[in-house]
């Protein structure tokens, strides 16, 4: 660019444009000022605030370092409180204007960091210095990061490695943006155990990162985890204040506090051939981030015929404080969402039971039909291409499996059945859902069946939300062309009498009445005439969900 970046401002102050700051999404530049008494940083096109803006006040900045590695140049400057702020996209010719400025209006020097290992290697032994991370190699950096950006660190011990998450702004990023999300830290053959756990514990300390620790209250074992992915066998430990996921024969490793628990699901899976299953859904707020995905449920899957004896590793006093004994026996479901729920401290496990509004209308609706069942508590449906299963529950709409969606009932401004996605096949139909909410999105689920229609508008119409049935408001229109037809229809009257003679002329074995009858609509224009209409409230009943009513 043959345009300077730099510009004077004001007698003593410059400013730079097309500055990046590390740490934030690739492509989200701004202005870099200079002044004798601050440095600050704006994002392009934005108002100066905290999200948008670096502050750098003189009396906390505590040196200055300028890093050259071929066309790169990058300003560091580091601050008193151990932070670390780097910025990219000046020009070489830059240097000599930063640096005067630095020594004449600020009183300070500038580094110039030359000891880079730039042979192509990147490998190196773990230093650190303040919070940087450096692998450094012939006395030479390869490679340095701060740990101000981490938010998680997780050893695999079996690996030997550290995985290290990022801090993500997800309002910021564009769907051309990239920004790193995890990175793992490897460990050669001749590194020992005792290595990893050095660097991990060094790692959590500079990066103030709160350490989750404390006595195990409970384990289990062997227990399916069905999301986040790979699905597999996991264990599950339980402690005071936060519990743990780990991953019987692969990497995966997170522990996640209770308070960032939203809520605990106790969830009857859609039988197959007569095979059932409870789902246990463990609400996560934030979310999980794993790779680039996003999970915000911790989905288990357990038979319904598994039992278990669940040691509890608690004093007599909070035993009896928690209401629980010191081996908890039952069904495996029951005894992993009830300890869950009270040592977490959450107020309930929101379950289906013989009350349940969708499950006391199917049966009402299918008592003496071909679809009568003892309990159904979900709809088996489509979303984005993915099977799973759509949950009408008391104060919101919980979808399994991929991805896992809750909407709060609160939310929903309208339900559209969708025409479409009708599909007729024999004497069955399949219909899809359009669930549009008050912020504008529509949520769409698909491949739903007909007998699921008639109990989820009742449900809807007891939760006061308003359904609009597309195939009924199409055969109103259909009517009304056909109403407009009729209306036009005395204008050919006078063509009609020319023939009347050859009317009379026709076979008279022929008697009005006789024909078939006239084949029933396509759709029913009367389907549904009748039918209008974070944290879950406490509306959902904790009781009852052992085995179904």
């Known amino acids: 660019v043959a345009i300077s970046q730099i510009q004077r401002v004001m007698s003593g102050a410059f400013q730079f444009k097309q500055i990046h700051v590390c740490g934030r999404p690739a492509g989200t530049k701004g202005i870099l000022r200079f002044a004798a008494d601050e440095l600050q940083w704006t994002l392009d096109g934005k108002k100066e605030n905290a999200d948008n803006s670096v502050l750098m006040s003189r009396a906390d900045i505590k040196a200055f370092a300028w890093l050259s590695a071929g066309r790169q140049q990058q300003l560091r400057v580091s601050m008193t409180d151990g932070r670390d702020h780097r910025f990219d996209g000046f020009s070489s010719s830059d240097f000599e204007r930063v640096e005067e400025f630095v020594d004449s209006t600020l009183g300070m020097q500038i580094d110039k960091v030359e000891n880079i290992y730039t042979k192509g290697s990147f490998s190196g032994t773990p230093e650190f210095n303040e919070n940087v991370m450096q692998l450094e190699k012939d006395n030479k950096v390869v490679f340095d990061m701060p740990l101000q950006h981490i938010s998680a660190a997780n050893m695999v011990i079996e690996r030997k490695e550290v995985a290290l998450e990022f801090n993500q702004d997800d309002g ?28 991990h514990e060094k790692i959590l300390e500079l990066a103030d990162l709160r350490v989750l620790t404390g006595d195990m209250v409970a384990s289990l074992e062997d227990v399916r985890v069905v999301v986040p992915g790979p699905r597999g066998k996991y264990a599950i430990e339980l402690y005071e204040d936060f519990l743990k996921v780990r991953e019987k024969n692969g990497p995966f490793e997170r522990s996640f506090a209770y308070e960032n628990v939203s809520n605990i699901f106790l969830l009857l899976k859609t039988a197959v051939r007569g095979h059932h299953q409870r789902y246990v859904v463990i609400g996560l707020d934030p979310p999980m981030r794993k790779g680039a995905s996003v999970y915000g449920f911790l989905v288990m899957l357990c038979d319904e ?11 007599e006093d909070k035993l009896k404080a928690l209401n629980l004994e010191q081996t908890k026996s039952g069904r495996q479901f029951e005894v992993v969402a009830d300890v869950l729920q009270k040592v977490s401290g959450k107020n309930k496990v929101i379950s289906c039971h013989a009350d349940s509004t ?3 209308l199917y049966r009402e609706i299918h008592r003496s039909s071909r679809h009568a069942a003892d309990y159904v508590d979900s709809i088996p449906c489509s979303h984005n291409a993915d099977p799973g299963d759509l949950y009408p529950l008391e104060s919101c709409l919980l979808f399994l499996m991929r991805p896992c969606t809750l909407i709060s009932i609160k939310d929903i401004e309208k339900v559209v059945i969708d025409v479409a996605q009708i599909k007729i096949t024999g004497q069955a139909s399949n219909f899809g859902l359009k669930i549009k909410l008050k912020n504008g999105t529509t949520v769409a689920y698909g491949q739903i069946k007909e007998d ?6 009742k449900w809807a119409k007891e939760k006061r939300i308003m359904v609009e049935d597309t195939r009924k408001m199409r055969s109103e229109r259909e009517q009304e062309r056909f109403d407009a037809d009729d209306a036009g229809g005395d204008e050919n009257q006078g063509v009609d009498a020319m023939f009347e003679d050859s009317d009379e002329s026709d076979d008279e074995s022929f008697k009005a009445g006789d024909s078939e009858d006239e084949p029933d609509e396509e759709f029913n224009s009367d389907l549904g005439s009748d039918d209008s209409g974070s944290e879950i409230s406490d509306e959902d009943s904790d009781e009852d969900y052992g085995a179904p009513a």
């Open 172 to 199: 910021q990023l564009g769907n051309a943006d990239e920004s790193l999300l995890e990175m793992r830290v490897v460990f050669g053959n001749e590194s020992t155990e005792d290595d990893v756990k050095e660097v």
């Open 305 to 315: 015929d598994d039992e278990i004896d669940l040691d509890i590793n608690l004093s």
């Open 358 to 360: 969708f499950r006391r």
């Open 452 to 457: 699921f229609e008639a109990p989820f508008k």
